[in-house]
């Protein structure tokens, strides 16, 4: 993706080790996050979202933690696999239709 | 497949060309998105349209005017653009409304190269 220019954050974990990826949110008004993963090459797709009137959720091998004290979003992948190797970013939502970026981490997944 | 599609993938123009970038959802949604991505920034919201409506423009220069004949789909007009707006352009939509928003979703981009 376009980020490959971007000194972003990135986060090395082997296969098999839990990752936990971390987003600090700018608005305290916001109601709604999303992370959202893009792969090479890919627009950003949905992972999962969490409203503000929930500190967690849980899906599929992940969780996200929403810790509104610190406007704090983290997002926990469970056994990491080379397929998760992507750029990872939140997202935050103030007002119904805009949703603003951070500006992403890098996951590597090395075996 | 996101359910919004992006045409071209695709572009390479001169700083005096005019083309036009596409994107079409069939997913219902009311909202539609232009973002920007680029090397050097994270994603830019550049407009919103809600209903057909703009809602946004996030001080975005004239040379990028979008258009929203209706709720599916989206076009971006280029014209007079510089190097620098070389980016991958990425639309996304979402339905809105009270206080039930849901997820963007997004098309796979148009790689715009502005020689």
């Known amino acids: 993706g376009e980020s490959v220019g971007l000194h972003l954050p990135t986060l090395s974990v082997q296969e098999g080790d839990n990752s936990i990826i971390n987003c600090a949110y700018s608005?305290?008004?916001?109601?709604?996050f999303i992370w959202y993963k893009q792969e090479s090459g890919k627009g950003p797709q949905f992972i999962i979202d969490?409203?503000?009137?929930?500190d967690k959720r849980q899906g599929q091998r992940v969780t996200v933690l929403l810790n509104k004290t610190v406007k704090h979003l983290s997002l926990q992948i469970a056994a990491t696999q080379p397929g998760d190797s992507a750029v990872y970013f939140c997202?935050?939502?103030?007002?119904?239709?805009?949703?603003?970026f951070g500006t992403g981490t890098r996951l590597q997944v090395f075996p | 497949e996101t359910g919004v599609t992006q045409t071209p993938r695709h572009l390479v123009m001169g700083m005096t060309n005019k083309k036009s970038l596409k994107c079409e959802q069939h997913?219902?949604?009311?909202?539609m998105y232009w973002y920007k991505q680029s090397a050097k920034k994270p994603l830019e919201l550049m407009f919103v349209?809600?209903?057909?409506?703009?809602?946004e423009n996030n001080s975005v220069p004239s040379r990028f005017s979008p258009e929203c004949p209706n709720s599916s789909h989206l076009f971006l007009h280029l014209h007079t653009l510089q190097p620098e707006d070389s980016a991958l352009y990425l639309c996304?939509?979402?339905?809105?409304?009270?206080?039930?928003?849901?997820?963007?979703?997004f098309g796979q981009g148009t790689r715009l190269t502005v020689v």
């Open positions: 608005n305290s008004a916001s109601d709604y």
């Open positions: 349209y809600n209903f057909k409506e703009q809602t």
């Open positions: 997913l219902g949604h009311n909202a």
């Open positions: 997202a935050e939502n103030y007002n119904t239709d805009k949703l603003i």
């Open positions: 969490i409203r503000s009137n929930m």
């Open positions: 996304a939509s979402s339905q809105t409304g009270g206080t039930m928003n849901t997820e963007a979703f």
